[in-house]
């Protein structure tokens, strides 16, 4: 793919991906892959359907079509045998780990009255504890890389610290910002030991299906999902030091190696992508959580 600045040679290194059947994750399982990455592609999906279309599977073969190495795990984030699995899988085929992207999530656009426990339950279980527990089953091996120069990295899909977005859908939020305050608390915990913990949020809403599920606009309000695995792979080009600990929008993370025309990325031509953080996306999320009214949420 050609991309609008030099893309980092991961060539030897051992990347984990979550949520990577399909969307950003599987954007960011390729992008990973043609930098030379071998990746762990794990999610849940095995068989594709038409409300549900992508694998595991898929991804990886997605991979080795065009000259890269990749191994699927079913993992179910929910369980944390299995996330202790996906990080074996990676040391047993790979070698290590060198990055862990916390990509996989549970959407969920409901105020606290609307939400029941085993809603919310998802929702902590997938979000926060999910990527607690991938930093921990992770972290020896980031830690050991005898020989690798480069630093490690803990990429996690969160969003800026933004509390005036929390009404009307605060179970949600409160379980993406435990993510996002296990970023600054790792980032001291790690400092000085070769491992950097970012967190990285799309600015406007992305094609994906969650979107689409979810009932979040048309392809004219939506950048596609290679702007987060693009900013993703900003952040792996960047400086650690300049990257560790902080809460960056995609767009942040792109100007970081000099990228400020989005407009590529848009889903169509003219698009006008619709910017869901800030004062803006605060108006942007009631407008979308009226769209996930009027439809049955479903779980990732």
């Not at 790690?190 to 994906?208: D, K, N, Q, R, Y």
């Amino acid at each position: 793919m050609n991309r609008p600045f030099t893309s980092p040679d991961l060539s030897g290194q051992v990347a984990i991906v979550t949520g990577a059947s399909r969307g950003i994750g599987r954007a960011m399982a390729l992008a990973l892959a043609e930098c030379g990455a071998s990746v762990v592609c794990a999610a849940k999906t095995e068989n594709s359907r038409d409300t549900l279309p992508g694998t595991i599977h898929e991804t990886v073969a997605a991979i080795e079509a065009a000259g890269g190495t990749a191994v699927a795990v079913r993992t179910n984030l929910r369980k944390a045998e299995d996330i202790e699995n996906m990080v074996s899988v990676a040391v047993e085929a790979f070698g290590g780990v060198d990055i862990l992207v916390n990509n996989a999530g549970a959407l969920w656009l409901q105020p606290v009255a609307q939400t029941k426990a085993n809603r919310f339950d998802l929702l902590t279980q997938v979000n926060g504890r999910a990527a607690m527990l991938g930093a921990i089953a992770a972290m020896p091996h980031l830690q050991n890389r005898e020989g690798r120069s480069a630093a490690a990295h803990i990429i996690t899909v969160s969003p800026p610290l933004d509390l005036e977005m929390l009404p009307g859908k605060t179970p949600y939020l409160v379980t993406k910002y435990m993510q996002s305050l296990m970023t600054i608390g790792l980032a001291g915990e790690l400092a000085g030991t070769g491992v950097c913990a970012t967190s990285l949020w799309p600015a406007t809403t992305v094609e994906s299906q969650a979107t689409i599920a979810h009932g979040m606009g048309t392809r004219e309000i939506w950048r596609v999902a290679e702007v987060v695995s693009d900013a993703m792979l900003a952040i792996l080009a960047s400086d650690p030091a300049e990257m560790n600990g902080k809460l960056l929008l995609d767009e942040e993370a792109l100007a970081a190696v000099g990228v400020t025309d989005l407009a590529p990325y848009n889903c169509t031509e003219n698009g006008m992508p619709m910017r869901i953080v800030g004062a803006e996306g605060r108006a942007a999320w009631k407008m979308l959580q009226s769209a996930a009214n009027d439809r049955k949420p479903s779980a990732p």
